[in-house]
Protein backbone atom coordinates (compact mmCIF):
# COMPACT_ATOMS: atom_id res chain seq x y z
CA UNK A 1 0.00 0.00 0.00
CA UNK A 2 1.41 3.30 -1.15
CA UNK A 3 0.55 6.11 1.75
CA UNK A 4 1.25 8.57 -1.14
CA UNK A 5 -2.55 7.25 -2.90
CA UNK A 6 -4.34 7.55 -0.17
CA UNK A 7 -5.34 10.97 -0.75
CA UNK A 8 -6.05 10.25 -4.60
CA UNK A 9 -7.88 7.78 -3.89
CA UNK A 10 -10.07 9.56 -1.74
CA UNK A 11 -10.53 12.39 -4.38
CA UNK A 12 -11.84 10.43 -6.71
CA UNK A 13 -14.56 8.23 -4.62
CA UNK A 14 -15.72 11.47 -2.54
CA UNK A 15 -14.73 9.26 1.02
CA UNK A 16 -12.64 10.91 3.55
CA UNK A 17 -9.15 9.75 3.98
CA UNK A 18 -9.22 8.20 7.34
CA UNK A 19 -12.48 5.74 5.90
CA UNK A 20 -9.85 5.26 2.97
CA UNK A 21 -7.13 4.67 5.27
CA UNK A 22 -9.29 1.97 7.35
CA UNK A 23 -10.89 0.11 4.35
CA UNK A 24 -7.24 -0.26 2.76
CA UNK A 25 -6.05 -1.61 6.15
CA UNK A 26 -8.63 -4.17 6.64
CA UNK A 27 -8.85 -5.14 2.93
CA UNK A 28 -5.15 -5.51 3.54
CA UNK A 29 -5.79 -8.08 6.12
CA UNK A 30 -7.68 -9.79 3.77
CA UNK A 31 -11.27 -9.36 5.05
CA UNK A 32 -13.72 -9.09 1.99
CA UNK A 33 -15.84 -6.58 0.87
CA UNK A 34 -19.17 -7.83 2.76
CA UNK A 35 -17.55 -8.70 6.01
CA UNK A 36 -16.54 -5.27 5.95
CA UNK A 37 -19.22 -3.52 5.48
CA UNK A 38 -21.67 -5.54 7.48
CA UNK A 39 -19.58 -6.16 10.92
CA UNK A 40 -16.84 -3.02 10.92
CA UNK A 41 -19.09 -0.61 10.42
CA UNK A 42 -17.34 1.20 13.16
CA UNK A 43 -13.86 0.97 12.13
CA UNK A 44 -15.09 1.98 8.66
CA UNK A 45 -17.34 4.85 9.37
CA UNK A 46 -20.56 3.03 7.87
CA UNK A 47 -19.37 2.41 4.48
CA UNK A 48 -21.47 0.31 2.15
CA UNK A 49 -20.49 -2.39 0.50
CA UNK A 50 -20.49 -0.65 -3.20
CA UNK A 51 -18.48 2.38 -1.51
CA UNK A 52 -16.05 -0.47 -0.29
CA UNK A 53 -15.83 -1.79 -3.54
CA UNK A 54 -14.95 1.67 -4.95
CA UNK A 55 -12.17 1.98 -2.50
CA UNK A 56 -10.78 -1.63 -3.84
CA UNK A 57 -11.18 -1.02 -7.62
CA UNK A 58 -9.44 2.23 -7.75
CA UNK A 59 -6.75 1.03 -5.10
CA UNK A 60 -6.39 -1.71 -7.79
CA UNK A 61 -6.13 0.47 -10.51
CA UNK A 62 -3.71 3.09 -9.02
CA UNK A 63 -1.39 0.17 -8.12
CA UNK A 64 -1.38 -1.14 -11.45
CA UNK A 65 -0.15 2.41 -12.74
CA UNK A 66 2.77 2.26 -10.38
CA UNK A 67 3.74 -1.22 -11.07
CA UNK A 68 3.76 -0.11 -14.66
CA UNK A 69 5.56 3.53 -13.75
CA UNK A 70 8.47 1.31 -12.60
CA UNK A 71 8.57 -0.88 -15.60
CA UNK A 72 8.50 1.72 -17.83
CA UNK A 73 11.56 3.64 -15.98
CA UNK A 74 13.56 0.83 -15.76
CA UNK A 75 13.46 0.14 -19.55
CA UNK A 76 13.88 3.67 -20.52
CA UNK A 77 16.81 3.67 -17.66
CA UNK A 78 18.13 0.87 -19.52
CA UNK A 79 17.96 1.99 -23.51
CA UNK A 80 20.26 4.91 -21.43
CA UNK A 81 17.57 7.62 -22.27
CA UNK A 82 16.14 8.17 -18.37
CA UNK A 83 16.51 12.02 -17.72
CA UNK A 84 15.61 13.44 -14.77
CA UNK A 85 12.63 15.46 -16.54
CA UNK A 86 11.36 12.45 -17.76
CA UNK A 87 11.45 10.92 -14.41
CA UNK A 88 9.33 13.50 -12.49
CA UNK A 89 6.65 13.45 -15.74
CA UNK A 90 5.80 10.02 -15.02
CA UNK A 91 6.41 9.83 -11.37
CA UNK A 92 3.58 12.90 -11.49
CA UNK A 93 1.10 11.40 -13.52
CA UNK A 94 -1.89 8.83 -12.78
CA UNK A 95 -3.51 8.37 -15.12
CA UNK A 96 -2.51 5.31 -17.36
CA UNK A 97 -3.28 7.19 -21.00
CA UNK A 98 -1.29 9.95 -20.10
CA UNK A 99 1.78 7.34 -19.04
CA UNK A 100 1.60 5.21 -22.23
CA UNK A 101 1.50 8.45 -23.93
CA UNK A 102 5.14 9.43 -22.00
CA UNK A 103 6.70 6.23 -23.06
CA UNK A 104 5.59 5.94 -26.28
CA UNK A 105 8.85 7.81 -27.97
CA UNK A 106 10.67 5.19 -25.42
CA UNK A 107 9.24 2.03 -26.37
CA UNK A 108 11.00 -0.45 -28.60
CA UNK A 109 9.80 -1.34 -31.81
CA UNK A 110 9.12 -5.29 -32.40
CA UNK A 111 11.44 -7.27 -34.74
CA UNK A 112 9.50 -8.77 -37.17
CA UNK A 113 10.15 -11.89 -39.97
CA UNK A 114 9.59 -9.04 -42.76
CA UNK A 115 12.56 -6.66 -40.90
Known amino acids: MFPTLIPLISAE ?12 SLLSEKATIPFIA ?16 QIKSVNDKLLKIESRKE ?14 EIKAAIQSTFDAAELEDLYLPYKQKRKTKAD
Do not use: F, H
Not at 13 to 22: A, D, H, M, R, Y
Open 13 to 24: TGISVPQVEKTL
Open 38 to 53: RYRKEVTGSLDEVQIG
Open 71 to 84: SILVAIKDQGKLTD
